[in-house]
Each structure stands twice: as C-alpha cells, then as structure tokens.
T-cell receptor, first 114, second 113 residues
Framework: AAGVIQSPRHLIKEKRETATLKCYPIPRHDTVYWYQQGPGQDPQFLISFYEKMQSDKGSIPDRFSAQQFSDYHSELNMSSLELGDSALYFC?????????????FGPGTRLTVT | GNSVTQMEGPVTLSEEAFLTINCTYTATGYPSLFWYVQYPGEGLQLLLKATKADDKGSNKGFEATYRKETTSFHLEKGSVQVSDSAVYFCALSDQGGSEKLVFGKGTKLTVNP
C-alpha cells in the first residue's frame, strides 16, 4: 500500500539558511499535518491543511510557512534557520471521510542545523 | 488544553515478561486515543486505537482499553519480545476541528533476551 512520502530524508543546513521540506500524502487523503520532534522529545504539532486550506496552527515559528498544493502535496518552508530547529519533521496524512480520521505518518525528514 | 501523561521510563524487561505502560489524559469532549510506536531511526507507526469509552484497541499482542471514568488508556502486552524494543507514544486527537494529535512524552522500552 502507498505510504506518506517525505523528501529529503536528511538535510544539513547552516544557521540563517533556508530549508524546504516536502510531503506527498497517501492518494485520496485530503488532510496533511506537520509535526516537529526534537531530540528525545515527543512530536509537537506545527500546522495542518485540509483541501489546500490551513485548518489549524500549533507552535509554529513565524519563520516557518507551509502550504498545500493542488495535487495535495505540502511543503514546509523554514527560513533564518536556528540551531534549535534541528529536529525530525514528520508529515502525516488522513482522509476526512469515515468515522475517524486516522493519521498515517511519513518516515520524517531529519534536519540538522550547524 | 488537552494533554497526555504517560509513564516515562525507560522500561527494561526480559523477554516474555508482562508489559504495562500507563497513560492518562486530560481533554474536553470525547477524544480518540492512540498508541504509536517508533523504532530506532524510523517514523511513527500506529499500533492501536480506540474511539469511545470501553473500546479496546488491539494489535500484535498489544491491548489498551479506553477508560473514561479514569481517563486512562494503558498499554499492555502479555509476553514481550526483543523485537518490541522501541519508544511508545500515547496520543489523543480532538473530535472535530483539525483532529491534530497531542502526544505524551514517550516511553522507551528495551527487551533483553
């Protein structure tokens, strides 16, 4: 079965640089979520999109922005990177129809800021 | 706001031992409850879920029952294997809205042969 695809899997950037993370949801899934997991931490919700519109926002820094495109893939753009942005970034997707929207996670993008 | 509290561990067991990882939650309304597992270097995999009170989720020998009266969703397995070594996260999602997940801090389980 198709899964959530994230690219790149690993990314190394320097402070003050920018980074773009991509997420390709499972086909026919209409909702995308982004989570950030710091070292040894639990995943924290950043932002979500439903049918290409932002549906919820969590603890996402103003330096970050995200969008969902017409083909439902999503991109998380991160600017002025800081050392503290080093983390594993997960994308998850779900389908609105059905009794419960179960989220399926991608393998994550490991971002290292040096 | 909504929150999840789980036993942090780490937990170290011998193979075939009984496992319990406690999880309690605070939420408005009636959230859905989940256990996710994260193997070393990998992403999050849904282990089991429950959507309403008294529901029992089960998968791969793991079980958890949604207890509304105690606001708990404890994870249990009767006989753990070395391959169960991983980090386990309890999580809830709001019903309605975006249904974003709120996670507990995670419990690292190590099973020794």
């Amino acid at each position: 079965a198709a899964g959530v695809i994230q690219s790149p899997r690993h990314l190394i950037k320097e402070k003050r640089e920018t980074a773009t993370l991509k997420c390709y949801p499972i086909p026919r899934h209409d909702t995308v979520y982004w989570y950030q997991q710091g070292p040894g931490q639990d995943p924290q919700f950043l932002i979500s999109f439903y049918e290409k519109m932002q549906s919820d926002k969590g603890s996402i820094p103003d330096r970050f922005s995200a969008q969902q495109f017409s083909d439902y893939h999503s991109e998380l753009n991160m600017s002025s990177l800081e050392l503290g942005d080093s983390a594993l970034y997960f994308c998850a997707s779900s389908q609105t129809s059905g009794r419960m929207r179960e989220q399926y996670f991608g393998p994550g993008t490991r971002l290292t800021v040096t | 706001g909504n929150s999840v509290t789980q036993m942090e561990g780490p937990v170290t067991l011998s193979e075939e031992a009984f496992l319990t990882i406690n999880c309690t939650y605070t939420a408005t309304g009636y959230p859905s409850l989940f256990w996710y597992v994260q193997y070393p270097g990998e992403g999050l995999q849904l282990l089991l879920k429950a959507t309403k009170a008294d529901d029992k989720g089960s998968n791969k020998g793991f079980e958890a029952t949604y207890r509304k009266e105690t606001t708990s969703f404890h994870l249990e397995k009767g006989s753990v294997q070395v391959s169960d070594s991983a980090v386990y996260f309890c999580a809830l999602s709001d019903q309605g809205g975006s249904e974003k997940l709120v996670f507990g801090k995670g419990t690292k389980l190590t099973v020794n042969p």
